[in-house]
């Protein structure tokens, strides 16, 4: 079964990023769905509370943050895209875990900020954070299963 969420899960975290990248927009279409998955592999994991938790304390703390940014600096910065991926990211591992999947998902879009070859399509010059927040949460995903073994 894990072999199955992992696959669900690699699916959607690809698509998510490749548009993302593209658009720089991350879908309900497909970011809901993610949620969904990620809560019922917590429930048949036996860790469904600490999902839902994961869910909702991913998707608080990035609006929090959103909001502050956008108070001091008068301009966007995370989406609610991004806050529907972080909140997708607790619900697959965990309120515990989501620290991990910040810290390595900033880091990667740290080092991918330091080559212009990475900035989006859409001739803003932002870096979209979603893949590299997709990429950490398969990270932290996959190595809690591996740990585990």
């Known amino acids: 079964m894990v072999f199955v969420f992992g696959l669900i899960l690699l699916a959607l975290l690809t698509c998510l990023s490749w548009v ?4 720089c927009r991350l879908p309900d279409i497909l970011t809901l ?3 969904a998955a990620g809560l019922v592999q917590a ?11 994961g869910a909702v304390a991913g998707y608080s703390v990035f609006v929090g943050i959103e909001l502050l940014f956008k108070r ?8 609610r895209g991004d806050a529907k991926l972080l909140a997708a990211g607790g619900a697959w591992v965990g309120w515990m875990f989501l620290p991990f999947i910040v810290m390595i998902g900033s880091s990667l879009g740290l080092i991918a900020a330091m080559f212009p070859s990475m900035r989006n399509r859409t001739g803003s010059g932002h870096i979209p954070f979603g893949p590299f927040l997709a990429l950490a949460i398969f990270i932290v995903w996959a190595a809690g299963h591996f740990a585990r073994r």
């Open 43 to 53: 429930y048949s994991g036996g860790f469904f509370l600490a999902g839902l938790i």
């Open 20 to 23: 993302d990248f593209r658009t």
């Open 33 to 35: 769905p993610l949620i």
């Open 72 to 79: 001091i600096r008068k301009k966007d910065g995370l989406g």
